[in-house]
């Protein structure tokens, strides 16, 4: 199977900076897909951006484009979410996910890491 870990998040001031990462082991070669998802308390999971296992162009939510970058270091198995100009709503716990094809569920995820914004 494959496991993902997250790290990076933390306590942060709005207007601030994080970057995520996620590594990834196991039998990374089942991954061809990449994302990141949050969940807010009392809200539910949302996704946040994405891209393939083997690179290329991420995508996002209209909610973080433009602030947030998702890249991809092959040699290293992770991910990374770089996060800039933070903003209060983006607390949320954030996971990352993996999966095998080009669509459907996401079958791999990780424990998750908190993110808070202060104001």
């Known amino acids: 199977q494959v496991q993902l870990v997250e790290s990076g998040g933390g306590l942060v001031q709005a207007g601030g900076s994080l970057r995520l990462s996620c590594a990834a082991s196991?039998?990374?070669?089942?991954?061809?897909?990449m994302a990141w998802f949050r969940q807010a308390p009392g809200k539910e999971r949302e996704f946040v951006g994405g891209?393939?296992?083997?690179?290329?162009?991420?995508y996002y939510d209209y909610s973080v484009k433009g602030r947030f970058t998702i890249s991809m270091d092959n040699a290293k198995n992770t991910m990374y979410l770089q996060m800039n100009s933070l903003k209060p709503e983006d607390t949320a716990v954030y996971y990352c996910?993996?999966?095998?094809?080009?669509?459907?569920?996401?079958?791999?995820w990780g424990q998750g890491t908190q993110v808070t914004v202060s104001s």
């Open positions: 891209l393939v296992w083997s690179g290329g162009s991420a």
């Open positions: 996910a993996g999966g095998p094809t080009s669509g459907g569920e996401y079958d791999y």
């Open positions: 196991g039998r990374t070669f089942l991954l061809y897909r």
